[in-house]
């Protein structure tokens, strides 16, 4: 079978558009290919810094000819009155290019059968391949020379090979060959014999172009020289990927650093290794050691230039480290809550001290509800900001929390208040973990949830892409924590409290605490439908105010999701989807009254329902017990016309059906299962 290789060359791509450009270029190959009806086998793809390649293998060398039905004029349009062709339909076979002794009469319509030549694949690809390269989309793309195109780097080369043979195209003014790069300090022009030899040819030299080895080659590598000085390499995820995508032939070097940086808060030196120079820290039976692995892109054996260079860069960023920790720790930790009053949160919401004031309310609100140690849960609130006007984080931005943390650890502040400092930021991503301590998950929710209202009540809630100070991240974090967590907090009456507390005269209450709960549940919703199903998540939000309890939620989402698979449940959704066609629009808070029954359904259905005390029973237990009255509501539908000509019993009879509608409510909305 056939194979097309396709390199592009580059200047040094930024190492975040490497991985999205090549699955960006894959995505747009597998589409054109099945668009024009082009089956293939699978499409290899590599990338590096330099070059973004694909392999399209298993396919033929031209499309399938098709024969394309074609619908023309109504008969009496396309013949005259001697059943002679008109114009119109003479014109209709000219424009498909058939004979007009081949139309064909049918459903009062004229139509003529086309036959297509399938195109040379060659063909199609030299038609489409710039338009797909110069499509690609990323932050930062740049034109060069007096090109009108555009693309993350200047195009410097291009590799073009259908099987043995050179397939012609030309991408910003730049003809294709079969000649490659290199490594930057090895070669300038590799020859590429077929799509087989690709891989090989770059290895030869000094270039892994496949990321997976070249990031499992990192690994090995780097653990193999971590041996040699009995240490353990701490590997971050996405500094892996980024150094990855930075070299094209990685070789690891260890290097070290004097022990006295290790007197700083082991946060700050792995932050300057790993985040500021691309390090990968070095430990020993747990213990951080004053050495280093830093992986160079270098074809050689004389390492001490490398080794010399980066170590006196590390130990700059470590000196300036020690010099703000020094200064930071002269003054007593909770003295710099004062200085907050000179940051500003956001516009028209006072400062971050102001802020801090907030979250302390609201952590004490909380901390009530939950029977927190009040102690810790108000000192944590009143500490968690303190180090944002610390010089240690102005520098190290994003060690916010962790140095608060080692800061009040110094100070002599409690565990839990030392802890809950750092965890009060958590979750810090996604998939990241949750605060453990009760006081980093409250005065966190209780930072978010100040974010967020601030955020809506300025009219700055997030639209499309744009989400101001987090808010998205943020609601998440807090759904996250409460319902992972267990926490019974009643996040409709959190929400009032913080809007209560905004520091600005807001219009409309009502208007904002409706905006901000609807978010949450949008939120839920979506968070929620990545695990379960969708109508089942519908069904648990639509039936009350599930913010109220989002513990009790997520219970019922996990019981329903296994009942909804049942024949039980098939039969219950239908009794309550009966029973919900009927009372549409209707409600009282009056129960039935016994005396209006006039048929022994309404009855025996009023037996066996009205037992059931729904303020008594948790959603299982009602579960259960709503179960065993399917058969009353059958009964009653087949033998019952609730729509009774006489006023009064057809009030009674819907106010018995209502009745029992409630205690089905409390479950969840039956109208949105799909069974």
Not at 191 to 208: F, G, T
Not at 346 to 351: D, E, L, N, Y
Not at 423 to 436: M, N, Q, R, T, V
Not at 541 to 564: C, H, R
Request: hydrophobic letters at 40%; glycine letters at 6%.
């Amino acid at each position: 079978m056939n194979k097309y290789l396709l390199e592009i060359g580059t200047e040094e791509l930024p190492y975040k558009f490497v991985n999205s450009g090549i699955v960006q270029l894959k995505n747009s190959f597998e589409k054109l290919l099945k668009d024009n009806q082009i089956e293939f086998s699978q499409i290899k793809y590599f990338s590096t810094p330099r070059r973004l390649t694909l392999i399209i293998e298993g396919f033929e060398e031209k499309q399938p000819d098709t024969v394309k039905v074609v619908k023309g004029p109504i008969l009496n349009i396309a013949y005259d009155e001697n059943g002679n062709l008109s114009k119109a339909g003479q014109g209709f076979a000219k424009k498909n290019g058939v004979d007009e002794s081949a139309l064909y009469k049918e459903d009062n319509y004229v139509w003529a059968k086309v036959e297509q030549k399938g195109k040379e694949i060659k063909d199609i690809l030299q038609e489409n391949i710039e338009k797909i390269v110069l499509k690609m989309q990323g932050p930062y793309f740049m034109r060069w020379a007096d090109l009108d195109v555009k693309f993350q780097r200047p195009i410097r080369w291009v590799v073009s090979l259908l099987n043995d043979n050179e397939l012609k195209i030309k991408i910003a003014d730049v003809e294709s060959s079969r000649f490659s790069r290199g490594h930057r300090f090895k070669s300038d022009k590799v020859e590429i014999k077929n799509p087989d030899s690709y891989e090989q040819a770059l290895l030869d030299n000094n270039v892994v172009v496949d990321f997976n080895k070249r990031k499992n080659l990192i690994v090995e590598s780097a653990k193999k020289e971590a041996q040699k000085i009995g240490a353990e390499v701490y590997f971050d995820e996405d500094l892996l990927e980024e150094v990855t995508n930075i070299c094209e032939w990685p070789v690891p070097v260890i290097c070290g650093f004097d022990e006295k940086y290790l007197s700083i808060p082991e946060k700050v030196t792995v932050t300057v290794m790993a985040v500021h120079q691309r390090y990968f820290p070095l430990y020993k039976n747990g213990k951080l050691l004053n050495n280093f692995i830093t992986i160079t892109n270098y074809i050689g054996d004389n390492f001490e230039n490398i080794k010399a260079g980066n170590e006196r860069v590390v130990v700059a960023r470590l000196d300036d480290a020690i010099f703000f920790f020094n200064e930071d720790t002269k003054v007593p930790f909770d003295s710099y809550v004062e200085k907050l009053k000179g940051i500003t949160f956001q516009k028209g919401m006072g400062s971050v001290y102001d802020k801090t004031g907030r979250i302390v309310k609201l952590a004490e609100f909380l901390a009530q509800r939950v029977n927190a140690p009040m102690d810790t849960v108000k000192r944590t609130a009143l500490l968690c900001k303190a180090d944002l006007v610390t010089s240690l984080v102005f520098e190290f931005t994003e060690l916010q929390g962790f140095i608060g943390s080692d800061y009040a650890f110094n100070a002599g502040e409690k565990p839990e208040v030392v802890k809950g400092i750092k965890e009060h930021y958590y979750p810090l991503g996604a998939d990241s973990e949750l605060a453990e301590g009760i006081e980093g998950q409250l005065v966190g929710i209780a930072d978010k949830i100040d974010t967020i209202v601030a955020v809506f009540a300025e009219g700055k809630k997030p639209t499309g892409s744009a989400d101001p100070l987090g808010v998205r991240r943020a609601t998440l974090g807090i759904i996250k924590t409460i319902t992972q967590k267990g926490l019974d907090i009643d996040l409709l009456a959190l929400i009032e409290k913080s809007i209560e507390l905004m520091p600005v005269e807001i219009k409309d209450k009502k208007v904002l605490f409706e905006d901000v709960k609807n978010f949450f549940e949008q939120r839920l919703n979506i968070f929620y439908t990545e695990k379960y199903r969708h109508d089942v998540v519908d069904a648990c939000i639509s039936n009350g105010e599930v913010l109220s309890n989002l513990k009790d939620f997520a219970d019922k989402i996990e019981f329903l999701a296994d009942k909804v698979k049942t024949p039980e449940f098939a039969s219950l959704n239908e009794a309550a989807n009966r029973i919900i066609r009927i009372t549409k629009d209707y409600k009282t808070e009056q129960l039935p009254d016994k005396a209006l029954f006039n048929n022994a359904s309404e009855s025996q259905l009023w037996e066996c329902t009205s037992v059931i005390d729904m303020d008594k029973l948790d959603y299982k237990e009602l579960f259960i017990e709503l179960s065993k009255t399917v058969k009353c509501i059958d009964e009653f539908f087949e033998n019952v016309l609730v729509m009774d000509k006489d006023e009064k019993v057809k009030e009674n009879r819907l106010a018995l059906l209502y009745s029992l509608k409630r205690k089905f409510d409390k479950i969840a909305d039956f109208s949105k299962f799909v069974i």
